[in-house]
């Protein structure tokens, strides 16, 4: 299949190699950024204690058999193939692609040469080492210095270099290592593109009551779990009780259980409107038993649309932490992908959600080449478990600078890219529906086209004529998204118990992803495994399955590029991928697929 050892484009990196005359290994810079990404400003006035500072620096091993692994991957989730929906086990997934023995005993023979070794340790599968050190250690290990750095807009700071080196007796055994040089911590961002008030709290007003609509519930101001239960079908859905959807958090963001409780009893379509949902905290996640006023309004929203729509089904809210070492402080915490993908692997399988919404990301320009490669093997990982995960497509449209090295071109979200997660667009309006303007659609740098969507896109490049003149902006080659769509645009929201409007594909996310776990549960129910993986599903079997939209485009780049963006047309596009849920007919599909 074509998505193998290809799936992953390598770039090379600039090397330099100090030699030494007494028989002291030489090294080699693994990684180098000319200058901090954009937004960051190296803060030289202040000042670190590096022998007080604290990192926990995670050195990652070379996986073995990756593109076997791939492939596996690809046709556990393909309809049609005889290894479809025989997910696997960790312990199975190690075991394919464990790295070599050799590699673990170089890495602790360097570390122990290097005084480490007794603050060392393997990670619970073995694919990686784990030091917790001073800065000072850390430094003195990866040939590197450490520095301070503020972004110009929020002001927060990290700790971070801009290179890195390892003994060339490594080259081959170590993939990555972090914290380094990857500042997409801070950058991390939720895809909220805007919040406003509401002043009415009215449903029948806000829900249109009055008014004749093309779909009941939807001639008001505001999408609300009636009006999406209409648009997408699921009115009629029978009540589900078992798995458990999951939602993911980070940046500190966390729900308030008053603002559900609020929502539900006036905004619930099911007879679900005392059901609630339960925290996991990993790595200095919080979730407040008392009510807060900050960083509540990505999970407020993710969480009361997956509570309303997902009817009797268990809701899991995951809380990482990730806010790199606390200058002087002694605190010991790393940054959030990495940790959250690692602690949800750790789960037996009787405790995985089947869904997953992620309405978060990252600049693919602003992250090192190869934690993108680690950190879409993870969630290659999740999938092969059998976890639908559904990730934002972002709200630049095609781009916000689109300037990649002194070059002008689209660029792309992380991990939306990755071609193991399935990518939600956004959509806008009801009568008809179309592409959201500021949706995020586009093709990877970094990743080939998945075999999964090689027709599908290869038809629109070939027969679409509305992306002809911004050709040169984009890699036609590369994998292209979003896969999907749902409506983005002024979700209804409690926040502190008043009504608040919310745009973005942070919406869209959940929505869509709620629905899957409709299909997931009456999987279960009838005896069958939930769907895992999605994309070859829905590229597949259930192409026709969704609504398709044909209007409406998405934009960006800020004039930069004239005309940038792409429009909606008839079949998949990048702007709003497949189009948006059609329950009835997703269900359909599911029923006849084992």
């Given at each position: 299949m074509a998505l193998l050892k290809s799936l992953f484009v390598v770039f090379t990196i600039s090397t330099s190699v100090i030699a030494s005359p007494y028989g002291i290994p030489t090294t080699t810079i693994k990684e180098k950024l000319s200058a901090p990404p954009v937004g960051w400003v190296h803060d030289v006035a202040h000042k670190i204690d590096k022998d007080a500072a604290l990192i926990k620096l995670r050195i990652n091993l070379v996986e073995q058999n990756m593109d076997k692994f791939h492939e596996t991957v690809i046709r556990i989730s393909t309809p049609g193939d005889k290894m479809y929906g025989n997910h696997l086990a960790q312990h199975e997934i190690d075991a394919m692609v464990a790295p070599k023995q050799q590699s673990k005993d170089l890495v602790m023979d360097w570390l122990n040469k290097e005084g480490l070794r007794d603050i060392a340790e393997f990670s619970p599968r073995s694919d990686s080492v784990v030091i917790e050190g001073s800065l000072r250690q850390?430094?003195?290990?990866?040939?590197?210095?450490?520095?301070?750095?503020?972004?110009?807009?929020?002001?927060?700071?990290?700790?971070?270099?801009?290179?890195?080196?390892?003994?060339?007796?490594?080259?081959?055994?170590?993939?990555?290592v972090q914290p380094t040089t990857f500042f997409g911590l801070r950058e991390l961002r939720s895809t909220i593109s805007e919040v406003k008030p509401i002043i009415n709290f009215n449903v029948a007003e806000l829900e249109g009551a009055n008014a004749v609509a093309a779909v009941p519930g939807c001639s008001g101001s505001s999408i609300t779990p009636t009006c999406l239960a209409n648009l997408y079908s699921f009115a009629g859905a029978a009540n589900q009780t078992l798995g458990k959807m999951g939602i993911a958090g980070f940046l500190k963001q966390h729900p308030v259980k008053s603002d559900l409780t609020t929502f539900m009893n006036k905004y619930a379509y099911f007879a679900n409107k005392k059901e609630t949902y339960t925290c996991e905290l990993l790595n200095g996640g919080t979730c407040p038993t008392t009510d807060v006023t900050n960083n509540i309004v990505e999970a407020n929203l993710d969480v009361q649309y997956a509570r309303a729509i997902t009817s009797g089904i268990p809701n899991v809210y995951y809380s990482a932490g990730g806010n790199g070492p606390y200058l002087g402080s002694g605190e010991n915490t790393n940054e959030p992908w990495l940790e959250w993908l690692n602690y949800m692997l750790a789960l037996p399988d009787t405790s995985l959600p089947q869904t997953v919404s992620i309405s978060y990301g990252d600049d693919t320009a602003?992250?090192?080449?190869?934690?993108?490669?680690?950190t879409c093997n993870l969630f290659a990982k999740l999938g092969a478990r059998g976890v639908s995960v559904l990730v934002a497509s972002g709200d630049s449209g095609v781009g916000s600078s689109c300037t990649v090295g002194g070059k002008k071109q689209f660029t792309t979200i992380f991990p939306g890219a990755c071609p193991f997660v399935t990518t939600v667009g956004g959509?806008?309006?009801?009568?008809?529906?179309?592409?959201?303007?500021?949706?995020?659609?586009g093709f990877s740098e970094i990743f080939a086209r998945p075999s999964y969507q090689n027709a599908t896109v290869n038809k629109w490049l070939a027969t679409d004529t509305t992306h002809n003149s911004v050709s040169p902006?984009?890699?036609?080659?590369?994998?292209?998204?979003?896969?999907?769509s749902a409506q983005a645009t002024n979700f209804l929201v409690v926040l502190l118990g008043s009504a608040s409007g919310v745009s973005g594909t942070s919406a869209a996310t959940p929505a869509f992803a709620s629905v899957i776990q409709?299909?997931?549960?009456?999987?279960?129910?009838?005896?069958?495994?939930?769907?895992?993986?999605?994309?070859?599903?829905l590229y597949g079997v259930a192409a026709g399955a969704t609504n398709d939209i044909s209007a409406g485009k998405i934009g960006g780049c800020s004039g930069s590029i004239s005309g940038a963006g792409f429009s909606a047309v008839s079949g998949w596009d990048p702007a709003t991928g497949l189009?948006?849920?059609?329950?009835v007919k997703l269900l359909a599909v599911s029923n006849t697929t084992p």
């Open positions: 850390i430094e003195k290990l990866l040939k590197t210095e450490y520095a301070s750095f503020v972004h110009s807009e929020t002001k927060d700071r990290v700790v971070r270099t801009l290179e890195y080196s390892l003994p060339d007796f490594l080259n081959g055994h170590v993939s990555m602003s992250l090192p080449t190869e934690y993108i490669l680690n959509t806008t309006g009801t009568s008809p529906e179309g592409a959201w303007s500021g949706g995020g659609g902006y984009f890699n036609s080659t590369g994998r292209a998204y979003p896969d999907v409709l299909i997931n549960s009456g999987r279960l129910a009838a005896g069958k495994k939930g769907l895992g993986f999605l994309n070859p599903w189009g948006t849920p059609n329950y």
